[in-house]
Each structure stands twice: as C-alpha cells, then as structure tokens.
C-alpha cells in the first residue's frame, strides 16, 4: 500500500533505476547533502567504477542532479552530486516491476542495518489477527502518519532517521 500522497506513475526507466538496493541506498546518502563517486563507494563499501555505474543510472533518470565540481583534497576535481527527492514522488503500480522495487528496498534496508548493527535500529514486530477491513484501516492509518512528514522542509542539521515499514498476510 502506498503512502497516501499525491504520486505520479513511474516510467519504466525510473522503476528499473529503483530496482537496486545499491541505487536506492545512494538516493538515500545524496538526499539533502552533496556526496562525490568516490564519498559513495567509501560509504558503501563498493568499488568506485561500481557505484559509477549506479550513479550514472541515477543521474540519468532524474533521482541525482551533478552539482558544480569542486577541488579534492589533493587539487583533483571531483564532482559531488545531491539526490532530487524524485523517488518520493512516484508510484509503482505494475506488477514485476513493482515487485523488483521492493526487493530492492528490502535489500537497502538490510544493508543499512548491517552497516549500523542490528542495535542501532528500533525494531517492532506486531501479529494481529483482524478482519480484512480493519486490516485496511489499520495500514491505511500508518501510511496515512508517515505521509505526513514526507513533504516537510528538509532541515540539513537534524538526525537521518529512516522508517522501513513492512506488511505481509498469511505464513
């Protein structure tokens, strides 16, 4: 289920960029601060011509914008560049596609933790047994709070924090 925010559909392009838990950690570590290839294959623990690669993509379809290349530590330029927010702004309703996309943010997440430790994170897990309308309104109501915060202004000095939420029926 979405989250209830206005959202237009997305390209095939667009859903294959986000079918990449590398791609979408990177959409992640660039939202609200500049990062160079070479600041995101050291964040990531990738190669640099790897994380290239998903740069590029990125670039290509909208979700990171190149700023203007700044002197490195040793005079060298480097190009920084900064995530758009454009993945917050999309659906992704199809079939496949939609399912790679999740993988792909269960994937993230899971390399997240991993990199933080499992007790960085605040870790719930609720099994209920209701009848599917109040299913609906249940998860209705989560997305309905987190789609609060999505449009708030942007504050570069406050704590990243990052909310995975997940449902699954039956097992």
Not at 19 to 47: C, F, H, P, W, Y
């Amino acid at each position: 289920m979405p989250l209830a925010v206005k959202k237009r559909p997305a390209t095939r392009a667009e859903a294959a960029a986000l079918a990449s838990d590398v791609r979408l950690r990177i959409i992640r570590l660039t939202q609200g601060r500049e990062m160079t290839n070479k600041e995101l294959a050291a964040a990531l623990g990738k190669d640099p011509a790897t994380t290239l690669h998903h740069v590029r993509k990125l670039v290509d379809t909208g979700f990171l914008i190149e700023r203007p290349s700044r002197r490195g530590t040793r005079g060298s330029r480097e190009k920084p560049y900064l995530g758009t927010q454009l993945s917050i702004e999309l659906s992704i309703d199809e079939g496949e596609e939609r399912e790679a996309v999740a993988e792909a943010a269960l994937g993230a997440f899971l390399g997240e933790i991993a990199d933080l430790g499992v007790a960085a994170a605040n870790l719930t897990r609720v099994v209920y047994q209701l009848p599917a309308e109040q299913t609906e309104q249940l998860l209705t109501r989560l997305h309905s709070v987190l789609a609060e915060y999505v449009d708030l202004p942007f504050d570069p000095a406050a704590e990243r924090t990052a909310i995975f939420l997940a449902s699954y029926r039956g097992a």
